[in-house]
């Protein structure tokens, strides 16, 4: 799943924080670094086992965890190159007296361009969309322009302007931490966490371009080396009781929370059933963890699977697709006290998926628009309608 910002919280057992967190992250050995995805996916989906080792940090199904990545070599070089100075010249950070090449390194955001250096490089650039999009004070309109460029991009909009190392790093903002949902479950994968990660690549402007923390953990940290890591508490997205059953909507890399309560619910021995929504793009190549949730649905703690391909049939078909035509039975188990979990995409799936609930709970509930919203809304406030969505 792409990554979100988060901080600590306190551990299952522990009765006092944990010394780990995002100023201090503990140093984990990466155990493993797996391809999920198939050779001819569109997609660079990655699993990776973490070992706690001495850390104390405990976790529950449904948490995320927070890595501190490191800047790839190749931009920074090319940060310091349009800068003009020596890769060794000094600066003062936080972290003391490093060199230019360490702080942007490991200290600031060079993959995403701030607003202060933006702003800075605008008043002397004269570039008239960048101007418009200034002016325009419109979020979406801002976000558009600024995806898929890095401070490189920004700089080269003024060739002639001229910044020193310590006016320039007082434009970037502080490297932060990403948190992923954590894939694992503690009782089945004792002593690890295990994530689901999708790396982001792409070319622009005739250079290869990348997520800073998904090709960070797919290409900068080997097997066997360590990544700074900390627990991030999800305590609003947690399993009910055992007995009670739950519906899960997680297509692509939203389904890693699903992954960890269904290891955790066979773990226990929980009776309640399980119901999973899952999609992606193709079968062949993107049915993510396929064997583990083909034997699920064997063995039977997968009580129902769902799957949407959208792109193996001419009409695409999405998880609100498949649940609207389960629409009687996901209905029947709301009303026998099934909890609801969404994990995905907020911008576009989750609305869809909210979309198709009301219209569920409308049409098969038999209920007015207006009743069906306070039933949904009911679900919420009662904590049996929880959405971990980015």
Not at 48 to 55: A, E, M, V
Not at 69 to 80: G, K
Not at 204 to 223: I, K, P, Q
Request: net charge negative; aromatic share 8%; hydrophobic share 35%.
């Amino acid at each position: 799943m792409d990554a979100r910002t988060g901080d600590l919280g306190a551990t299952k057992t522990a009765s006092k924080r944990s010394p780990w967190n995002r100023k201090n992250p503990y140093r984990a050995q990466v155990l493993s670094n797996r391809l999920l995805s198939g050779p001819d996916s569109a997609k660079e989906v990655r699993h990776f086992t973490i070992g706690l080792g001495d850390s104390g940090i405990t976790y529950e199904a449904g948490d995320g965890f927070g890595i501190k990545p490191v800047n790839d070599a190749a931009l920074v070089s090319a940060v310091i190159a349009r800068l003009g100075v020596p890769p060794d010249v000094p600066v003062h950070t936080k972290s003391g007296e490093i060199t230019l090449t360490q702080a942007l390194t490991t200290d600031y955001e060079i993959g995403i361009p701030s607003m202060d250096l933006i702003e800075a490089v605008a008043e002397t650039a004269g570039n008239a969309e960048l101007d418009h999009v200034l002016q325009n004070g419109d979020r979406a309109s801002f976000d558009a322009w600024t995806w898929g460029r890095d401070v490189v991009d920004v700089l080269d909009l003024d060739p002639s302007l001229a910044l020193d190392p310590a006016e320039f790093l007082g434009l970037l903002r502080p490297l932060q931490h990403r948190v992923y949902s954590i894939s694992s479950s503690p009782t089945a994968h004792e002593g690890t966490v295990h994530l689901t990660v999708s790396t982001v690549r792409y070319r622009s402007a005739e250079r290869d371009r990348g997520g800073v923390c998904s090709t960070y953990l797919a290409d900068r940290v080997g097997e066997a080396q360590e990544a700074g890591v900390f627990l991030s508490a999800n305590k609003s997205f947690r399993l009910p009781s055992d007995d009670t059953p739950i519906i899960m909507i997680g297509p692509g890399t939203g389904v890693a929370p699903f992954r960890a309560f269904l290891h955790e619910r066979r773990a226990r021995g929980a009776t309640g059933k399980n119901w999973l929504f899952f999609g992606d793009q193709h079968r062949s190549s993107d049915f993510l963890y396929e064997d583990e949730l083909v034997e699920f649905e064997r063995d039977g703690l997968l009580t129902r699977l769902d799957v949407a391909f959208s792109r193996d049939q001419h009409e695409k078909i999405y998880v609100q697709h498949r649940m609207r035509e389960a629409g009687a039975q996901l209905f029947d188990w709301l009303e026998s006290g099934a909890h609801l979990y969404v994990c995905g995409d907020a911008a576009r799936m989750a609305k869809s998926v909210d979309e198709a609930v009301h219209d569920i709970v409308a049409e098969h509930g038999g209920r007015s628009p207006d009743a069906a919203e306070d039933y949904v809304d009911e679900l919420k406030r009662s904590k049996r309608y929880l959405r971990d969505v980015y």
